[in-house]
């Protein structure tokens, strides 16, 4: 029964043609590593380069899912270190002659922990704001945390979190010093470079800055490493994933359709890149008068769980607006420090909670709670 279905697997598959080589994804080697068990679930890893449309990955999911007897499938995208072979595979063999080499799957870099993204299909939606107070969060439960503040377009971390000198570079093992606030080790470069600098990085410029965060800074032992990436879909992302092993992201919205749209492109990058989507946090998700008890929904509301259910993944929390969470941010106290009694930093703790026990759960090796 097997090897049945895995035959109608490599038939589906063979059944999508990649313009860009005038060939199908089987017989140009795009297909690797095929598995499928006695549950019906499907594995299989997809070769797409920087040139091939990402619809591939999309067409090949669904081919997959429509067969018969197939319950699931997992996809693990990476991209070739060349141009994918083209050599014939009759389905249910692999490609004759071998398949192509395949660049490295990113490896976790020793001392960072779990890697988390914080991301948002657009800006102004408070993506920093929760980057900021969910790593002081994991600070303050006893996790050692690290923030890369990989918005090279708006980097304001050094402002949320209140510093601004220049990091140093030690003499003897030449790596950069990240500065420390609220329990937090933090490198951005808003440290090293002019405030009112215009930021024009091209592509290969943004892997450098990437790169050397991650492997020139003195992180020291980490139990979690907080990424704020920049809004949208773009180099920094796919910068990131290509460097080390993500163990998740979160994207952050606000409850209107608009921002909904925006983060549900920015949860489907995650996954073409094999990035799982940790869970969604709606920021901004109405005020409630302390002195009426009045709610007002500003934004709409629940854009957050219905985003959460069409992807399949938990609405982390839902964070109030509140008067004077701006300021404080402005001031370098996260809500967390300011106000840690209030109903946003509640909502924010909540949500370092659940993060934990995802990271647990993925078999990452994590500490217990000190303290």
Do not use: C
């Not at 002659?97 to 939606?125: N, T």
């Not at 703790?349 to 994590?366: D, F, G, K, N, S």
Request: hydrophobic content about 45%; cysteine-free; proline content about 8%.
């Amino acid at each position: 029964m097997t090897g049945a279905v895995e035959g109608r697997v490599f038939e589906a598959l063979a059944r999508i043609r990649n313009e860009r080589i005038g060939n199908d994804v089987v017989s140009a080697g795009m297909v690797r590593d095929l598995a499928v068990d006695d549950a019906g679930r499907v594995s299989f890893t997809f070769l797409l380069g920087n040139d091939d449309p990402g619809t591939l990955v999309r067409a090949a999911r669904r081919a997959v899912e429509a067969l018969e007897g197939v319950r699931e499938v997992k996809i693990n995208v990476a991209n070739p270190s060349g141009p994918p072979r083209a050599t014939h595979a009759p389905p249910g063999a692999p490609p004759a002659g071998g398949p192509p080499a395949a660049a490295p799957i990113p490896e976790a870099i020793p001392g960072l922990g779990h890697v988390v993204a914080i991301s948002s299909g657009k800006g102004g939606v408070g993506k920093s704001t929760v980057a900021a107070n969910l790593a002081v969060a994991l600070a303050q439960a006893g996790h050692r945390v690290g923030v890369m503040d990989a918005d090279v377009y708006g980097p304001n971390m050094p402002r949320m979190f209140g510093v601004f000198d220049r990091p140093m570079v030690d003499s003897v093992t030449k790596k950069i010093q990240p500065l420390v606030a609220h329990g937090v080790r933090l490198m951005s470069l808003g440290l090293l470079v002019e405030r009112d600098a215009p930021a024009i990085w091209r592509g290969p410029i943004i892997m450098k800055i990437i790169q050397q965060f991650l492997r020139d800074v003195e992180w020291g032992e980490l139990d979690y490493f907080i990424v704020d990436l920049p809004p949208g879909t773009g180099d920094a992302q796919l910068s990131l994933v290509q460097a080390t092993s993500v163990g998740g992201a979160i994207i952050v919205t606000t409850p209107q359709e608009m921002a909904v749209g925006d983060a549900l492109r920015g949860a489907k990058m995650f996954e073409k890149v094999g990035v799982p989507v940790l869970g969604i946090v709606e920021n901004m998700s109405g005020f409630t008068d302390p002195e009426t008890g009045r709610h007002w929904q500003f934004f709409s509301s629940g854009g957050g769980a219905r985003l959460a259910d069409e992807l399949g993944v938990p609405l982390l929390g839902a964070i109030p607006l509140q008067p004077g969470l701006a300021e404080s941010a402005d001031a370098g106290r996260p809500v967390l420090v300011a106000e840690p009694a209030s109903p946003a930093a509640a909502v924010l703790r909540a949500i370092a909670e659940r993060v934990h026990e995802t990271a647990a759960r993925q078999r990452v090796t994590l500490p217990i709670l000190r303290g």
